[in-house]
C-alpha cells in the first residue's frame, strides 16, 4: 500500500458513492477496504491518519470555522476526515492554499464526517463478520441448509454484517418482509450476536505499527501553507467568505420566494 493505493480506494469509492454524502461514502469505503490484505488495511489507516494530521494547520482550521459555523478540536478533525474523503486533487489544493476551497464543492455546514475517521476500525470488525458466513464456514453451511431457495442470501448477509459492524440501528424485518426473510434476517443477527466477536482493531493495529512518524515523512513531498491566519476570518480566507456569504443570500431568496408563493396560493 503506497500513496497512490491509497487515494485509488478513495477514488473507487467515490465513483460508486455521492462525495458529499458521508454515509454513501461509508459504505463505498468499508466494501473497498475488507478486500484489502491485513498489511495494507493497516497501511491505508496510517496513511489516513497522516492525512489529517498534516491537515492540522491554522488556515484549514480558519476554513472548517467558516464553513460548519464554528469549529472546536474534535469538530476540527471530523472536517480534516471530510477533506481527505474529498479526494486527492481537493486534499492537496487545499492543503497548499485553504482559500483554494471555494472553488469546489462546499457542503456548508456539512464538512463534518467524525464517522469516516473510523472507517478503517469498522470495516475491520466487518471482514470478521462476514467471514462467519463464508460458504465454507460452519455459519454459513448453516444459513445454506436452512434456507437452500434464498436467491438473496448473500446480499441479506452482506448488508447486516455491514450495518452491524458500523453501529448501525437495524431493524430486522419489517411489512415488506415475507416471513422467511424476517426469519433469515434474525437469524444472521443472532449469530453475529453469539460470535462474540470483539473491536480489536486498535490494539491489533499497534502491534505492528510502525515506529518512524510517517506524517513527518509525508511533508517533505508535499507543500502546505502553515502560516498564522488573520484572526478576522473575511480577511483570512477572503474567497471562502464570499463563498459563504453569497450561498448565504442564495438560500435567503429562495425562502422569501418559497414564502411569497405560499402566501399567494392561500
Not at 135 to 157: E, F, S
Not at 199 to 210: G, I, L, N, Y
Amino acid at each position: 500500500m503506497n500513496i497512490d493505493d491509497f487515494w485509488s480506494l478513495i477514488e473507487r469509492a467515490q465513483q460508486v458513492a455521492d462525495p458529499q454524502n458521508e454515509a454513501s461514502m461509508m459504505e463505498a469505503l468499508f466494501w473497498e477496504l475488507t478486500k484489502l490484505p491485513d498489511r495494507d488495511f493497516f497501511a491505508w489507516y496510517r496513511l489516513q491518519e497522516a492525512f489529517m494530521q498534516l491537515a492540522d494547520t491554522p488556515k484549514l482550521c480558519a476554513a472548517a470555522s467558516i464553513i460548519n459555523y464554528g469549529t472546536s478540536d474534535d469538530r476540527f478533525m471530523d472536517f480534516r476526515a471530510w477533506l481527505v474523503m474529498q479526494g486527492r486533487a481537493v486534499y492537496l489544493s487545499a492543503l497548499a492554499a485553504p482559500d483554494r476551497l471555494a472553488r469546489m464543492r462546499v457542503p456548508f455546514g456539512g464538512a463534518e464526517w467524525e464517522l469516516c475517521g473510523y472507517i478503517a476500525m469498522y470495516a475491520y470488525t466487518g471482514r470478521k463478520y462476514l467471514a462467519l458466513f463464508r460458504p465454507d464456514a460452519p455459519d454459513g453451511q448453516a444459513l445454506c441448509r436452512r434456507y437452500p431457495d434464498c436467491k438473496d442470501l448473500p446480499q441479506q448477509v452482506e448488508r447486516i454484517c455491514m450495518n452491524r459492524a458500523m453501529i448501525r440501528r437495524y431493524d430486522v424485518g419489517g411489512f415488506d418482509q415475507d416471513l422467511e426473510h424476517q426469519m433469515l434476517q434474525t437469524e444472521i443477527e443472532y449469530r453475529l450476536h453469539r460470535s462474540n466477536i470483539p473491536r480489536d482493531f486498535f490494539s491489533v493495529q499497534h502491534k505492528d505499527e510502525p515506529k518512524e512518524d510517517l506524517a513527518e515523512e509525508l511533508a517533505k513531498t508535499l507543500t502546505i501553507d502553515t502560516a498564522e491566519v488573520d484572526p478576522a476570518l473575511p480577511h483570512a480566507l477572503p474567497a471562502l467568505w464570499k463563498k459563504r456569504t453569497d450561498w448565504e443570500a442564495s438560500r435567503l431568496q429562495q425562502r422569501s420566494g418559497t414564502g411569497r408563493c405560499e402566501q399567494a396560493e392561500r
